[in-house]
């Protein structure tokens, strides 16, 4: 059974940190490509981040580039989203991904609010 279980959310005044943690099990790292959605109040969800569990390689969305790091610790079957100069524009709930590249199969955690303060 494939588990996603994000942790590390919470309240963070503008220009803060935060760091969120996604541990996950159930699934070859891989095989698959693993990251991070976010959807802001009022909003569809959107992904903002991502990396490849063949070869390391990671992707960001525009408005995160320079601010937001994701990493993975496969010893800890752990990735990270270390997200630095947050803005309250990065107010939102934040959700684990990964999808099994052999089946297609798409999986998600349950998420964590992330709220910035002006």
């Known amino acids: 059974e494939v588990q996603l279980v994000e942790s590390g959310g919470g309240l963070v005044q503008a220009g803060g940190s935060l760091r969120l943690s996604c541990l996950h099990s159930?699934?070859?790292?891989?095989?698959?490509?693993i990251g991070w959605f976010h959807r802001a109040p009022g909003k569809e969800r959107v992904g903002i981040s991502c990396?490849?569990?063949?070869?390391?390689?990671?992707w960001y969305e525009d408005s995160v580039k320079g601010r937001f790091t994701i990493s993975s610790d496969n010893t800890k079957n752990t990735m990270y989203l270390q997200m630095n100069s947050l803005k309250p524009e990065d107010t939102a709930v934040y959700y684990c991904?990964?999808?099994?590249?052999?089946?297609?199969?798409?999986?998600w955690g349950q998420g964590t609010q992330v709220t910035v303060s002006s």
């Open positions: 991904a990964a999808t099994r590249i052999s089946s297609r199969a798409d999986y």
């Open positions: 159930g699934f070859t790292f891989n095989d698959s490509a």
């Open positions: 990396i490849s569990g063949s070869d390391g390689s990671t």
